[in-house]
């Protein structure tokens, strides 16, 4: 199993650029997530999956949208980057729920100037 | 709301001393909690976790934590310390459909 996967590993954007995140896991979890960290505050959730076509909002959800198609993929959007989303992303997934251990990627980092 | 609280931002070990991350959360009843550890410019690994029962867990890297209801904590200790473990290190609380991280621990180890 190659666990949860996220591409690219590094991004830079400009200001008002779109983008697409990926993160794909091959352990059948049910329940995906998506976070960002910034130095000082720990991870914050973005948006979460608890299944194929549900999706729903976290902490901090704006200037992002997320969808849902397969088990397997839960890919995170850019609709127009501002200088505050740079960030490290980390896509997590979770055979039992949202509460219960999450497996993470190895994240994405990215710079919008 | 909840909220999950690691009150040393960095501590600094000697290689083979003893070590204890502490962690403390707010929430209204016993939540699941968490440790991870994440190594520079890498995911986060999970080292153990407590849902309920035995107060003391076991986990990986020769890392435990014991859950202290009372005091609303969940601290992290190894007895002694190797330089491998230097990285960062998170307390996390889950609850319903929500994961909380705490600000992190930062863990230099020194020979």
């Known amino acids: 199993n190659a666990g949860v996967t996220q591409t690219p590993k590094f991004q830079v954007l400009k200001t008002g650029q779109s983008m697409t995140l990926q993160c794909a896991q091959d352990m059948n979890h049910e329940y995906m997530s998506w976070y960002r960290q910034d130095p000082g505050m720990g991870l914050r959730l973005i948006h979460y999956s608890v299944g194929a076509g549900i999706t729903d909002q976290g902490e901090v959800p704006n200037g992002y949208n997320v969808s849902r198609s397969t088990t397997e993929d839960f890919p995170l959007r850019l609709l127009s980057a501002a200088p505050s989303q740079t960030s490290v992303y980390f896509c997590?997934?979770?055979?039992?729920?949202?509460?219960?251990?999450?497996?993470f990627g190895p994240g994405t980092r990215l710079t919008v100037t | 709301a909840q909220s999950v609280t690691q009150p040393d931002i960095h501590i600094t070990v000697s290689e083979g001393a003893s070590l204890e991350l502490r962690c403390n959360y707010s929430?209204?009843?016993?939540?699941?909690l968490f440790w991870y550890v994440q190594s520079p410019g890498q995911g986060l690994q999970l080292l153990l976790k407590y849902f309920s029962g035995d107060t003391l867990v076991q986990g990986i890297k020769g890392f435990e934590a014991e859950f202290k209801r009372s005091q609303s904590s969940f601290n992290l200790r190894k007895p002694s310390v190797h330089w491998s473990d230097a990285a960062e290190y998170f307390c996390a609380v889950g609850d319903g459909n929500q994961f909380y991280f705490g600000t992190g621990t930062s863990l230099t180890v020194i020979p």
């Open positions: 997590a997934s979770s055979p039992r729920g949202l509460a219960y251990e999450q497996y």
């Open positions: 929430y209204g009843a016993t939540p699941y």
